[in-house]
C-alpha cells in the first residue's frame, strides 16, 4: 500500500530531474576514488596501467564511457538548473527561455565540435 | 438510475493495523471523490471515518490520497482519476493516521506556527494602517502565496517531510515567504531566524511535488528559494 502511494506521487518532471540529478552525483561520487586509483598507477605501478588501459578498447568499456559523459553533463546540468531555479527570482517563463537558449546554445556547440573532430 | 458503478478501495483502519475494504458505488455524470466517500459512509458503512467541511474547494480538510497523489477529494472529479474503474483512496502521507481517512493534522499546524506564520504587529489601533503598494514586487511575492487553504497537499506530497521529522514542510514555509514580504508584517527577523534553523528552508531539495500537487496552484518551492535566498543575504551581511 505504502509503496504503491509512494511511486504515483513522484511522476512528474521537477521529481525526475531532482533524481537524475542525485543519482548522477552518487554514481560520480563511486567513480571519482576509482578513477583517481588507476591514474595513480602512472606512479606506482605503469606496467599495470597499460593492462588495465588495454581494457578500454572493449566495446563494454567504451558503452561505460558514454555513460560515464553521460552523467557528468546530467549533473552538470542539474546543477546549473538548481542553482538558476533557486538562486535567480525569474518567473517560470523566464527559465523556460534561459533552459531553452542554454539547451539550443549546446547542441549548436556540440555538432561544431563534432564537425571539427 | 445509474446503470454502472465504481470500484472503490478505501484504506481502513489505524497507523499500526490497516488494510484496504472493496464498495461498489453507484457511478453518476458528474461525480467528485469525496461524493465516493461519502456515498460510502452513508450508504454501506456508517463507521467510515473522514473529514470534510465547505466542499466547495476553500476549507482545506478534505485532503487524501488518490491513486497515491495528494488531492482535494472535494474538488476532485472522479472520472480524471478513475482507472480500470477503480480508484484507491487513503489517508493523507506523512501525518499520523487516526481512524480511516481521518489524519492527525496536529505536526502540520504545529510547524506552520513554528515557521512564524503568524502575524507579527507593532502598530497600535491609533497608528495609520500600513500602506499596501499592490505594484510593488513584494506584494506580488506576498499575493502569490496568500490563498493557501491548508489542506496539507503540499505537506504530504513532499518526500522532504517523509524523510525528515523536523522539516517545516513547504505550506508553512510559504507562509512565512507570504509574512515576510507583507508590508503589515513586521516579524522579518524572527521569521529569517526560524525559516533559517534545524528544520529550516535549506532542507528543501526543490523536488517540487509542493508545486506540483498544490490544488490552488501555488508554487510553494518558488517560496522556500525565495527564503533560501534571503537567509542566506542575511548571513553573508552578519559576517562582514
Avoid at chain 2, 63 to 72: A, D, I, K, L, Y
Wanted: with cysteine; hydrophobic share 45%.
Amino acid at each position: 500500500m505504502k509503496s504503491f502511494n509512494q511511486a504515483r506521487n513522484r511522476a512528474h518532471p521537477l521529481w525526475l530531474a531532482y533524481i537524475l540529478h542525485r543519482v548522477s552525483g552518487l554514481a560520480l561520487a563511486v567513480f571519482l576514488p576509482l578513477h583517481f586509483w588507476v591514474l595513480a598507477m602512472a606512479m606506482t605501478n605503469p606496467d599495470k596501467l597499460n593492462g588495465f588501459l588495454s581494457l578500454t578498447d572493449s566495446v563494454l568499456v567504451k558503452i561505460a564511457e558514454f555513460v560515464l559523459v553521460f552523467l557528468l553533463a546530467v549533473h552538470m546540468f542539474g546543477g546549473l538548473r538548481l542553482m538558476a531555479m533557486e538562486w535567480l527570482p525569474w518567473s517560470s517563463s523566464q527559465k523556460t527561455l534561459a533552459a531553452a537558449s542554454a539547451a539550443v546554445s549546446f547542441l549548436i556547440a556540440v555538432l561544431f565540435f563534432l564537425q571539427a573532430l | 438510475m445509474p446503470t454502472d458503478v465504481i470500484q472503490v478501495e478505501i484504506q481502513r483502519g489505524t497507523e499500526k493495523d490497516s488494510h484496504v475494504e472493496s464498495f461498489e458505488v453507484p457511478a453518476y455524470e458528474n461525480q467528485t471523490v469525496l461524493d465516493l466517500v461519502s456515498w460510502v459512509q452513508q450508504n454501506t458503512d456508517p463507521t467510515l471515518s473522514y473529514r470534510f467541511a465547505c466542499r466547495v474547494g476553500m476549507c482545506g480538510s478534505c485532503g487524501m490520497m488518490v491513486n497515491g497523489v495528494p488531492r482535494w477529494t472535494c474538488r476532485t472529479h472522479i472520472s480524471k482519476v478513475l482507472v480500470n474503474n477503480t480508484v484507491l483512496i487513503s489517508p493523507l502521507r506523512n501525518l499520523p493516521i487516526i481512524k480511516d481517512l481521518v489524519v492527525d493534522m496536529d505536526p502540520f499546524f504545529d510547524k506552520w506556527v513554528a515557521a512564524e506564520g503568524v502575524h507579527h504587529g507593532e502598530l497600535t489601533r491609533h497608528d495609520p494602517i500600513a500602506s499596501i503598494d499592490e505594484t510593488s514586487q513584494a506584494r506580488k511575492e506576498a499575493n502569490a502565496g496568500i490563498e493557501c487553504i491548508n489542506c496539507s497537499v503540499c505537506y504530504s506530497a513532499c518526500d522532504t517531510v517523509k524523510g525528515n521529522d523536523d522539516y517545516l514542510g513547504p505550506a508553512a514555509l510559504q507562509r512565512a515567504w507570504t509574512l515576510l514580504n507583507d508590508a503589515k508584517d513586521e516579524g522579518r527577523e524572527v521569521i529569517l531566524d526560524a525559516v533559517s534553523g534545524r528544520g529550516g528552508c535549506h532542507n528543501c531539495h526543490s523536488m517540487g511535488s509542493c508545486t506540483s500537487y498544490c490544488p490552488n496552484e501555488l508554487d510553494p518551492m518558488s517560496a522556500i528559494a525565495g527564503l533560501k535566498r534571503e537567509t542566506t543575504k542575511r548571513f553573508f551581511k552578519r559576517s562582514h
